[in-house]
DNA sequence: GTTGAGCGTT
């Protein structure tokens, strides 16, 4: 799992971003990084994901150290395939403030002007960059989901890297890309990458209550009965209810 | 399990 953006954006005050489009709702932030890590140093990489459902949203933000570095991961990665879709790689227009940066980089404001003239409204910045799009919705099929989701805002987050990574890699990529980039891989993480992404599959001790409905759902064994009364079932008590094998987690 | 123009978060 990335150990980006795991508490907001790290330090963006001298970086350049990168938005990356057209990349696959299956691919994670660990698998831009190896590709975007060997034109530069990556600081942040960000894949909004939907506020309802987790996916991502198809794009995601590569923040550079250096200028010149993004520049030259746009030239490079930019209509490469990634995961069988070309990805678009371009500066980034709009920062996380939504406020307009040139060419990747927040626009620094005068600490001069900065100081006491406040004579612009920081809710203008918004206004300004969505009045020329007027719709964000992304796609067709959750349009109707929008709706309801552009006045609620009780959806919860869900876990920020879903077991995505499930695809085998070598499914039907051209091992020649692919080749290089894990060729790389091992060699970028060999600085700091290996200590961040620790295990694959590490769960909490806790078990996982929403999965272990489905999970008896499907146990091959048949479930006798449900209780519904017995709800609040204690732990020992459910043990000799369900008396089913251990879900695996 | 699907989708595909676009600009971002504990």
């Known amino acids: 799992m990335s150990h980006f953006g795991r508490s907001g954006p790290p330090d963006i005050k001298d970086t350049y971003s990168l938005l990356v489009l057209n990349i696959t709702f299956r691919t994670t932030a660990d698998d831009l990084f190896p590709l975007f890590d060997k034109y530069g140093k990556v600081v942040d990489i960000f894949i909004p994901r939907d506020r309802k459902t987790g996916d991502s949203r198809g794009f995601a933000f590569v923040r550079y150290k250096y200028a010149d570095e993004a520049q030259r991961a746009v030239e490079r990665l930019d209509g490469r395939n990634v995961d069988g879709r070309d990805i678009m790689v371009q500066f980034a227009k709009y920062g996380p403030n939504a406020e307009p940066i040139q060419k990747g980089r927040i626009v620094e404001t005068s600490p001069k002007t900065r100081g006491r003239s406040r004579s612009r409204s920081p809710g203008r910045y918004r206004n300004d960059y969505r009045g020329r799009s007027h719709r964000r919705s992304r796609s067709r099929s959750r ?22 990574r499930r695809r085998s890699r070598s499914r039907s990529l051209s091992p020649d890309h692919r080749g290089r980039y894990d060729d790389d891989y091992r060699r970028s993480r060999s600085r700091s990458f290996e200590s961040a992404s620790p295990p694959r ?49």
């Open 143 to 164: 349009d109707r989901y929008d709706r309801y989701d552009r006045d609620r805002y009780r959806e919860r987050y869900r876990s920020r890297e879903r077991d995505y």
């Open 201 to 249: 599959r590490s769960l909490s001790p806790r078990s996982p209550s929403p999965r272990r409905s489905e999970s008896a759902d499907e146990s091959p064994v048949k479930r006798r009965e449900r209780l519904p009364l017995s709800r609040s079932v204690s732990p020992r008590g459910r043990h000799l209810d369900s008396r089913s094998p251990s879900p695996g987690n």
